[in-house]
């Protein structure tokens, strides 16, 4: 667990919007549980899990219902008890242990809002508990003892999704964590830029985005893509290599940071000297900037995601990639060649946050538009939600063979797609915290605080 808030200024801003957050957390799940018949909660924040035939787990990764209440993500059989009109109750699970250091009591800035109560394991949580209240839903893993703890109902999914639908609203807290996070990010992507530039492995950029983000691996939202040339083009890349290519052509970076629990997730392409692949990244930046642009509340994302098609059509056709217009190629599906992915995705505890598809909180899910199954986000937009902001043209192998053996390969250029294939492709990725005019850019402020006047990019 870090300290969060060493700097005073962050420190004091959490102490003061913590409280009124706690509220809010409070009077939402005090609706959720009245709504579905319950009187009480048990959260879980999870437990690792063993290896295979190993006598070590799994990295550990807090549950998110558990991390909405407390910034702790790395504290396993820990449970947080809440009954409406009484304060929470977090029971801290600090075993003695010779074999690895126990957590430490906690004293921060939002320790004085919880009682908190030590325990040495699951048994000793369960005597600490007070007479639970009638109908107490309990919300985590569930381990063999459960059935004998006297709760209600496991992991209720209408009590689930109650709770998951309005974590889309973020509270001026969670803006604050999430602004940091994403100060962080920054850090690690501007020294990630200058290791490439130096001639740096993806291996090497990786552990330059580790030092100057001040988090280990583990500690990240997720297992960062650190993609060299042609590597760029699969969407999530997942190597790491130790040795730098014999030729360089770009990088295309996804990496993110987290603070308190919540994460950033930022995406930048660069190339390395070739100036067409430059000029295909400006535009890009230019097209991902004219979407943001567009983002406020009671936008459906759906039509920002059809639109943001039309947007990559034209820029590959401007790039002389395609040979039809924009609407042809959406129509066609040629678009989707080069852009496969969804637009964006809610964003907080979680890096693909719950909730994208929900219709409300009652029930009932936002349907994909056709041809567009892998969009992550369905809802119209309201003030306080966190998205991501990432198209993307790729040049992948798999996705290029398939259309070239259908209609869809006549509208290609194929000679101006076999340059690009050794550069991958480009994604461009902010965070945007939506208002009821516009959107604040997390990404692009961080980037700005650290060199004012400037918003790194290629």
Request: proline share 7%.
């Amino acid at each position: 667990m870090s300290d969060v808030g060493s700097n005073s200024g962050l420190r004091f801003m959490l102490d003061s919007a913590f409280g009124p957050h706690l509220e809010a957390i409070c009077h939402r799940t005090a609706q959720a549980l009245a709504a579905s018949g319950f009187g009480a909660l048990l959260v879980h924040s999870g437990s690792p899990v063993p290896i295979f035939e190993d006598d070590q787990p799994h990295a550990f990764q807090v549950n998110a219902a558990f991390k909405v209440w407390v910034p702790l993500s790395d504290l396993p059989d820990s449970f947080i008890y809440f009954v409406p009109g009484s304060r929470p109750l977090l029971l801290f699970h600090s075993p003695p242990d010779y074999w690895h250091k126990p957590a430490a009591l906690p004293h921060a800035y939002w320790t004085r809002h919880f009682d908190i109560i030590p325990v040495a394991d699951r048994e000793a949580a369960r005597k600490a508990l007070p007479v639970m209240a009638a109908a107490t839903a309990y919300v985590g893993d569930v381990f063999p003892e459960l059935a004998s703890w006297g709760v209600t109902a496991v992991n209720s999914p209408e009590l689930k999704r109650r709770l998951d639908f309005v974590r889309a609203t973020k509270t001026p807290y969670e803006l604050i964590c999430l602004r940091e996070a994403s100060r962080l990010g920054a850090l690690g992507h501007e020294a990630a830029a200058r290791a490439f530039q130096a001639g740096a492995s993806e291996f090497e950029i990786e552990l330059a985005f580790l030092r100057a983000c001040g988090l280990r691996e583990q500690e990240l939202p997720y297992n960062p893509i650190i993609a060299l040339n042609e590597g760029g083009a699969v969407l999530h890349y997942q190597v790491l290599e130790t040795q730098s290519p014999p030729q360089r052509h770009s990088l295309l970076i996804d990496a993110g940071a987290e603070f308190a629990g919540y994460a950033s997730d930022i995406t930048r392409t660069y190339s390395h000297r070739d100036s067409d692949f430059a000029a295909l990244i400006r535009s890009m930046d230019a097209m991902q900037q004219t979407l943001c642009g567009g983002i406020h509340a009671g936008v459906d994302w759906r039509d920002a995601h059809l639109r943001a098609h039309h947007l990559a059509a034209t820029v590959l056709r401007d790039a002389d990639i395609t040979s039809c217009s924009p609407e042809e190629a959406v129509a066609t599906g040629v678009s989707s060649v080069f852009l496969p992915h969804g637009l964006g995705h809610l964003l907080g505890l979680q890096v693909h946050d719950v909730g994208g598809l929900m219709q409300s909180a009652e029930g009932g899910d936002i349907p994909r538009p056709p041809g567009h199954p892998y969009l992550r986000l369905t809802r119209v937009l309201q003030e306080g939600f966190v998205v991501t902001m990432e198209p993307g043209i790729y040049f992948n192998a798999q996705l290029l063979n398939a259309a070239k053996g259908d209609a869809r390969g006549a509208r290609i250029n194929w000679p101006r797609v076999d340059f690009f294939r050794p550069f991958g492709g480009i994604r461009i990725e902010d965070n945007l915290a939506v208002t009821a005019g516009g959107c604040e850019n997390l990404t692009r402020d961080a980037f700005h605080g650290l060199r004012p006047g400037f918003n790194r990019v290629a």
